[in-house]
């Protein structure tokens, strides 16, 4: 009985597989293999093989065992298939051969014998469902052929080998697992060794510290990884580690939504409380439901925090109906009339600022329209970061009460240009104040005005090719009026008397537009009469009695006024002078005398101080929509500005706290400002 010894290298030492799906690819392997082989099978002599090889294939050189085969012959002229799964873990037969017959004959199913296949095997037999080929008692030991290959297939899978070059790599198994197959390696080497089935498997649970169960356990395992390669060890733990949540998207959904429907204020009870109701049990197999615990985990994994509310910009008054009617009908076409000559800043980067689009149509000068967005903020010396990773061996140190000194800035932005101040930045719009009465004093309107003449004199000194705007939010400090300015508010509705005429108190300044203040420190009040109106047709309308007059000097009051425009007395008649505080009904317009002389265009498109200043200048003011501060971009670079002050060295010192201003707000990159 002649055969080649290397004829496993006959199918290129790849085209093998274990009943683990382990590619043989190492010649040890197969060295291994036919010697186990041999000392399991010894030669026959009474059964002669004959090699059918390739021609021009050298002679072999040794014999291999007598070995009987079981499936049809295949084509030898080409390289066998390796073992799929079906063909390894196929269905198990009352007289089929062991497994290991089956691997064994195929592996050299190159080799043909003289005789035809034994007619026992040539057709399987009826496959009996339920039923092991070794039985259900464990006592009984496989044969040592299957033992060997067991060996051989765990020690691929303990030790798979390298792809490329000798050796091997590690396994990629967890560490429970390869101690369970490494204690049944153990097992099937003593059992080799000419020790019992009984007596291996025993002696290695008492080498493990291990009982007689362990041992029964290691023989159950040894005999379900011979009949099935891919019957591994493999164990429950840490299985429970995986969330139904991962594995049950409608559960997810539910939960999902059933926080929802609870609003704003949720919790992990919540959770804990619906999984506990019975219909969801039934729905889910469930008997009981999950604890706080689990339910504030999977809070987590829902995609919610346990944290501060997120705070954003105030939002109180968008509906009201005042600032509807300004949104609406004045601040948005005033906005898109503008929108088209403006520059937009496409996305930029750190390093590349970003690229401009040309605004689509320009004035006739080929000007466009930089839009400078005003606003104030104060930086506090004590504002601090709050959160922040503190040593478990900290203590708890003193700490300076309050907000410490502050400092208010005031300064304008845009996004062509960035700080409004001069390309040197040399000169600047930008104005520092210590709040306080104090210290500096207040933000007046005077001071707004007073730095909107720094503004514009940059702007026409530094950006003369470009129509200027500057928007500022509604704030009474901005919107202030002249004093002698027309309103409606105050008049009384008849002519005034001789000896109380009605007139418009107003502060008294002396030569150097500062308040006078009495001996007692209350301010000094002048009278003034209150700045002409003005008809339709633009012609001024004096509220007083001109000279002549037999009331020359004299108030007016309201009805003559409105007589004066045009109104029929027969109509103010009808009117009372006034709804109760000035509190008429919404979108009423003739519901008094003093709404309607209200309503009239001049006084409603009374211009501001700050917009007559510089409506001089030729350059416009557009004032934001009460209660927006969302519409002014200056707002994320205050936020930007305290993040970084926040990061820096603290400090108590006046001196430090404007020095650290100043560089929070040049930290900021122009990048940022034009998102």
């Known amino acids: 009985m002649k055969c080649k010894q290397v004829a496993a290298r006959k199918l290129k030492l790849g085209m093998l597989k274990s009943e683990v799906g382990q590619t043989v690819t190492s010649p040890r392997h197969l060295d291994i293999l036919n010697d186990n082989i041999s000392a399991q099978f010894p030669p026959d002599d009474g059964h002669k093989f004959r090699s059918i090889r390739p021609s021009g294939e050298p002679k072999p050189a040794a014999l291999i065992p007598d070995i009987p085969i079981w499936a049809t012959v295949p084509d ?46 040539s057709t399987p037999p009826k496959p009996v469902d339920g039923l092991s080929p070794y039985g259900d008692n464990n006592r009984s030991p496989p044969s040592r052929a299957s033992a060997h290959l067991a060996i051989m297939s765990l020690d691929l899978i303990l030790r798979p080998p390298r792809t490329t070059g000798n050796g091997y790599k590690q396994p990629k198994l967890n560490t429970n697992l390869k101690t369970r197959l490494q204690d049944m390696q153990s097992v099937l080497r003593l059992f080799c060794k000419d020790a019992g089935w009984m007596d291996a498997s025993e002696t290695i649970a008492v080498a493990k510290g291990r009982g007689p169960y362990y041992g029964r356990t290691l023989r159950h395992w040894i005999k379900s990884f011979i009949t099935d390669g891919n019957s591994l060890p493999t164990n429950a733990w840490g299985s429970g580690n995986v969330s139904r949540l991962d594995t049950d998207d409608g559960l997810r959904d539910e939960l999902r939504a059933h926080l929802q429907d609870r609003g704003k204020y949720v919790r992990a009870q919540d959770l804990v409380d619906y999984l506990d109701r019975d219909e969801v049990k039934a729905r889910y197999h469930a008997t009981v439901s999950i604890s706080l615990k689990t339910a504030q985990r999977w809070m987590e994994d829902l995609g919610y925090n346990w944290t501060d509310s997120p705070t954003g910009q105030y939002v109180d008054g968008h509906e009201r109906v005042d600032v509807v009617d300004y949104r609406q009908n004045i601040f948005l076409p005033a906005w898109f009339a503008k929108e088209p000559r403006l520059r937009v800043w496409l996305e930029g980067t750190k390093d590349e600022p970003g690229n401009m689009h040309q605004p689509t149509h320009t004035s006739p000068l080929n000007r466009r329209t930089v839009v400078w967005y005003h606003d104030e903020s104060v930086f506090y010396a004590h504002d601090r970061r709050e959160r922040r990773w503190v040593p478990v061996t900290e203590n708890a140190v003193p700490r300076p009460k309050g907000e410490g000194h502050s400092l208010m800035v005031a300064d304008f932005v845009s996004a062509d240009y960035g700080w409004l101040r001069s390309p040197d930045g040399k000169e600047s719009a930008r104005v520092l104040l210590r709040p306080g009465a104090r210290r500096d004093g207040y933000f007046t309107n005077d001071d707004i005005v007073e730095q909107a003449t720094k503004a514009m004199d940059v702007l026409k000194k530094y950006y003369p090719n470009d129509d200027h705007v500057l928007v500022y939010d509604n704030a009474t400090t901005h919107l202030k009026r002249s004093r002698d300015s027309i309103s409606a508010r105050r008049m009384p509705m008849k002519t005034s008397k001789p000896e109380k005429n009605w007139l418009v108190p107003t502060p008294s300044l002396d030569e150097s537009g500062d308040q006078i203040f009495n001996s007692k420190g209350g301010k000094v009040m002048k009278l003034i009469e209150m700045a002409p109106g003005r008809f339709d047709d633009g012609t001024p309308q004096s509220f007083y009695f001109p000279k002549g007059h037999r009331h020359a000097g004299l108030f007016k009051g309201m009805r003559v006024i409105l007589e004066e425009r045009g109104f029929p007395a027969s109509q103010l008649n009808k009117l009372k002078w006034e709804c109760k505080n000035f509190h008429c009904r919404a979108g009423r317009t003739n519901c008094c005398m003093r709404r309607v002389l209200y309503s009239q265009p001049d006084f409603q498109n009374v211009k501001s101080v700050l917009e007559d200043h510089c409506d001089r200048r030729g350059i416009e003011v557009l004032f934001l929509p009460k209660f927006h501060p969302e519409l002014n971009p200056i707002e994320q670079c205050w936020g930007r500005a305290k993040w970084y002050y926040r990061r820096l060295p603290a400090s108590s010192l006046e001196e430090d706290l404007e020095r650290n201003v100043v560089e929070s707000l040049e930290s900021i990159p122009i990048t940022l400002m034009r998102r």
């Open 76 to 121: 030898v002229t080409a390289p066998p298939s390796p073992l799929t799964k079906s063909e390894v873990n196929g269905p198990r037969y009352e007289s089929a051969p062991p497994l290991e017959m089956k691997l064994i004959s195929e592996l050299y199913s190159g080799l043909i014998p003289d005789f035809d296949p034994l007619p026992s095997w």
